[in-house]
């Protein structure tokens, strides 16, 4: 049973999550020649995930190995290439700082996401106990 107070929780930890797998790729490709670095913005990742305003729906797939399409997530968010600052002459675009930064300020905000979905749920436990 999915409970509509919590959709955009959902959502905001679904995308989050997927952002992670993409920064953790970034890292694991640090040493990679010609890796590009890729990144996908939060808000309007999660603004597609919940169909609205500017956001397609994702597309309708009938099994988990079916392709979202080159440089999709499976929340539908576009990836985007990150512009390095100071390039490598090997064609590498990641930059092992921004990503470790980038990874540990998405991590911190999954967890405040977990929390805050946490004290929703206990506020409403409350009330159904009736203050016990």
Known sequence: MKIQAFATH???LRVRAQRNEVLSSNIA????????????????AL?????????????????????QG?????????????????????GNTVETDVEQAAFAENA?????????????ISGLRYAIKGGD
Do not use: I
């Open 10 to 12: 959902e959502h905001a």
């Open 29 to 44: 490709n640090a040493d990679t020649p010609n890796y590009k670095a890729r990144d996908l913005d939060f808000a309007s």
């Open 47 to 67: 603004k597609h995930a919940q169909g609205g305003p500017g956001g397609a729906l994702p597309m309708k797939t009938t099994s988990t190995l079916h392709n």
């Open 70 to 90: 080159v440089g999709f997530t499976s929340t539908g968010a576009e990836l985007k290439f990150r512009v390095p600052t100071q390039p490598t002459l090997d």
């Open 108 to 120: 911190v905000q999954y967890r405040a996401s977990l929390t805050f979905l946490n004290g929703a």
